[in-house]
Nanobody
Framework: QFVESGGDLVQPGDSLRLSCYAS????????VGWFRQAPGKEREGVAC????????KFVDSVKGRFTISRDTAKSTVYLEMNSLKVEDTAVYFC??????????????????WGQGTQVTVSS
């Protein structure tokens, strides 16, 4: 199970770092993704990091603004969000792709969803 934290109310252009802590020791076996769901919209994948941390992928709307990293020793995956926009407002979740160690063009079976953390970008 993941536990997300770090969400907040910020202004456009601000930065936030979200954390996703994984209880247990399975992080090193799976690619992990950050996802978000805005009101009235479907959940979308935002970023992915491979099991060894060497590969990453991002949805086009956040490329150049968001980075993803992982600290396996701390069982934590981070999402650094810069130059936040109003359209980044959503509940952010993380999950493990238990079918993959690398980030692909599509997600496999996602598991260990957390409860999410709210990010609100508003002036």
């Amino acid at each position: 199970q993941f536990v997300e934290s770090g969400g907040d109310l910020v202004q456009p252009g601000d930065s936030l770092r979200l954390s996703c802590y994984a209880s247990g020791l399975f992080l090193q076996y799976y690619a992990v993704g950050w996802f978000r769901q805005a009101p009235g919209k479907e959940r979308e994948g935002v970023a992915c990091i491979s099991s060894d941390g060497r590969g990453t992928k991002f949805v086009d709307s956040v490329k150049g603004r968001f980075t993803i990293s992982r600290d396996t020793a701390k069982s934590t995956v981070y999402l650094e969000m810069n130059s936040l926009k109003v359209e980044d407002t959503a509940v952010y979740f993380c999950a493990a792709d238990i079918e993959r160690t690398q980030c692909g063009t599509r997600w496999g079976t996602l598991a260990y969803w957390g409860q999410g953390t709210q990010v609100t970008v508003s002036s």
